[in-house]
């Protein structure tokens, strides 16, 4: 099993012990209620580093909903053995005191990028994000990380915090895993019904099928009231965005010129999902 640990300066220690041994630190920053994933930023953390930590931390800064936080999953045994068999060395795991002790007094927000499709809809959740990353950084001192493409806009956003403040960590972002419905794998999808799991991939269906039609020539904006309309008629009761933007910038494009990505959240039986996908 891997070594649990909750405290920073325990966790300073042994990592300042790798490290004098010449071992690559990679961290996993994770909110726990692992799937496969998850695992699958593991396994890449396992091939480029000699030791891997994951960190399972349910944030309350990047809540905007407090009932979002309070049924958020917390599954921390099943964790710690899904990771036993993949040579996790440490899952660092600290109560809310160590990550904000009292006088915690710093936000770091990302401008630009953080604004749109995420940053809109769920205001507060970058800023609450990037700063806990940023202490993530500062407290395992890891040289790699690995996050999911599923959250796109948030491994944009991650990337620019570590080339605007000159972190010392080289950041991976890793596909998106899927059922074999489509559906992006998420922590949230063990909140959905079963009427809603059958819905669900429809968000998927509906993106690559958008996708295909703006390859083949469709006007951006028809192919995405048709995409809306999809998801709405599959049984979704809200599409908050769904949206072609620039990969990196993530503004705005009506045409594909350079990296493009589509990105969609859309709410299904109280549950709030996400996806994107390269078009
Ligand atoms: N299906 C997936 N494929 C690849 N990476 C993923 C997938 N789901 C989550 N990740 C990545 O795992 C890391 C931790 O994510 P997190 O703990 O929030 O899990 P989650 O399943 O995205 O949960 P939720 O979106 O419900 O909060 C993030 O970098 C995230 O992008
Ligand atoms: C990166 C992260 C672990 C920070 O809390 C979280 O946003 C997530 O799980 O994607
Ligand atoms: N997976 C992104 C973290 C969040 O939903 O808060």
Redesign the pocket.
């Given at each position: 099993m891997p070594q649990i640990v909750r405290d920073v300066s325990q966790l300073r220690a042994i990592v300042a012990g790798w490290k004098a041994g010449g071992d690559a630190v990679g961290v996993?920053?994770?909110?726990?209620?692992?799937?496969?994933?998850?695992l699958?930023?593991v396994r890449a953390a396992k091939i480029d580093c000699a030791r891997v930590i994951v960190t399972i931390f349910v944030n309350p800064k990047q809540f905007n909903a407090a009932e979002d936080l309070q049924k958020?999953p917390r599954t921390e045994e099943a964790d710690a053995a899904l990771l036993a068999p993949l040579g996790v060395d440490v899952i660092f795991a600290p109560p809310a005191e160590a990550v904000y002790p009292p006088g915690f007094a710093t936000t770091i927000s990302v401008t630009g990028i953080s604004g749109p499709l995420e940053g809109a809809h769920r205001p507060g959740h970058f800023d609450g994000m990037v700063t806990v990353v940023a202490k993530l950084f500062g407290m395992t001192a890891a040289d790699r990380a690995?996050?999911?493409?599923?959250?796109w806009q948030?491994?944009q956003v991650v990337q620019r915090l570590v080339a605007d403040l000159n972190l010392a960590v080289k950041i991976t972002g890793?596909?998106?895993?899927?059922e074999a419905d489509g559906l992006?794998?998420?922590?949230?999808?063990g909140q959905l019904s079963a009427k809603a799991r059958a819905c669900a991939p429809a968000l998927h269906t509906a993106m690559q099928r958008a996708g295909a039609a703006i390859r083949g020539g469709a006007p951006v904006p028809i192919a995405m009231r048709a995409a809306r309309a999809e998801v709405l008629a599959a049984g979704f009761d809200e599409v908050e965005y769904i949206e072609l933007r620039s990969a990196v910038m993530l503004e705005r494009v009506s045409r594909l010129d350079g990296p493009v990505r589509m990105l969609a959240a859309a709410m299904i039986g109280g549950v709030r999902l996400?996806d994107n996908i390269a078009v």
């Open positions: 996993v920053p994770t909110m726990g209620a692992l799937h496969e994933g998850h699958s930023l958020y690995y996050f999911g493409q599923k959250d948030q491994l890793c596909e998106t895993i899927r992006a794998m998420s922590s949230r999808n996400i």
